[in-house]
């Protein structure tokens, strides 16, 4: 059906019809919505729409939406993009590389968005065209338009100094599939730190979530030897591990103290209160909002940006000397 027909049909002009699909305001909302309806029930209205979105558009491509981390960092970033007058599409990869790649693709060449933003990403970068890609603590060797790097390792070396200067000798980890990268972070701060690693005390739990935490607090205390301090890899793994302790008479943090990381927002009501490091999102997604914006305005932008993370120390991790 051709655009003359489609007017024939809705009783206005060609040119009418044409200015109702490019929400025109010389058409009334009345008339437009007639002629939209009109091509719905004859199967045209996509071929015609052809009107740009009024604000903006960016991708955020994450590895998953289960995670606490991911969901509180997608949430901040709609919030902060919204303020100038964007929006967000959200996908995830399940930890794939090449689906990562595969959206990336999909978002530059055949759903174009104004800027991808890509995290804990692994993907090689290979952009096709103009559209930035800003990246959130990514693995690959090349690099986005704008690239975020966050230091979670100096405040997990300063836990592991704290905690020998109350007298810890023993550091262990618990930890998921997905989490080797905090794993190395912690091992390397023990052994900055304390000298010595001792891999008894370093557990990679079968599942993940809570129950990767308390399967990992499980395996800890069958081996009759705890480690007096525990880096948990997210504070959900440390949730689960407390419950495990709390179930065989393991007492946190008189027998064992404890930190996770993520900072999420239940770990200062848990019993005891949680002490997990932060990922600074929220200023993570305004550096990024505020780079990305200046970006497509063709201003000056920051194109490298290091968030310090921050221990939040609570009740799980103090030690009395």
């Known amino acids: 059906m051709t655009l003359t027909e489609l007017a024939r049909l ?3 002009s060609t040119s009418t019809a044409s200015k109702a699909f490019a929400l025109s305001p010389e058409v009334n909302e009345q008339t437009r919505d007639m002629i939209f309806e009109v091509a719905k029930a004859n199967g045209c209205f996509k071929k015609f729409y052809r009107a740009e979105y009024p604000g903006l558009v960016f991708a955020v491509i994450c590895p998953e939406f289960d ?3 991911y969901s509180a960092f997608i949430s901040k970033m709609q919030r902060y993009l919204s303020k100038y007058n964007s929006e967000v599409a959200v996908a995830e990869t399940g930890f794939s590389a090449e689906c990562e790649a595969r959206l990336i693709e999909y978002y530059e060449r055949f759903q174009p968005v104004d800027g991808i933003i890509l995290i804990n990403g692994h993907a090689e970068i290979t952009p096709k065209n103009e559209i930035p890609i800003a990246t959130v603590n990514c693995f690959s060797k090349s690099v986005g338009t704008i690239n975020v790097k966050k230091d979670l390792q100096s405040p997990i070396t300063d836990a592991v100094l704290a905690w020998k200067r109350a007298g810890v000798q023993s550091v262990g980890f618990i930890g998921e599939p997905h989490t080797n990268g905090r794993r190395q972070m912690v091992r390397s701060a023990i052994k900055k730190v304390l000298g010595k690693v001792n891999e008894e005390y370093f557990v990679t739990a079968s599942e993940r979530f809570e129950r990767g935490g308390y399967l990992g607090a499980l395996d800890l205390i069958n081996k009759k030897s705890l480690p007096r301090a525990i880096i948990c890899a997210y504070d959900r793994v440390a949730m689960g591990a407390m419950r495990a302790f ?13 930190i996770g990381i993520d900072d999420a927002h239940t770990s200062a009501y ?3 209160s949680l002490s997990s490091i932060s990922h600074e999102i929220e200023n993570t997604c305004k550096a990024l909002a ?4 200046a970006k497509i305005k063709g201003e000056a932008f920051e194109s490298s940006i290091l968030i310090k993370c ?5 009740e799980s991790s103090k030690i009395d000397t």
């Open 10 to 12: 809705a009783h206005v």
């Open 67 to 69: 995670s606490t981390y």
């Open 246 to 258: 709390a179930e065989h008479g393991v007492r946190v943090p008189e027998d064992v103290a404890i």
């Open 270 to 272: 848990s019993t005891p």
């Open 290 to 293: 505020t780079s990305l914006m």
């Open 310 to 314: 921050e221990l939040k120390e609570r």
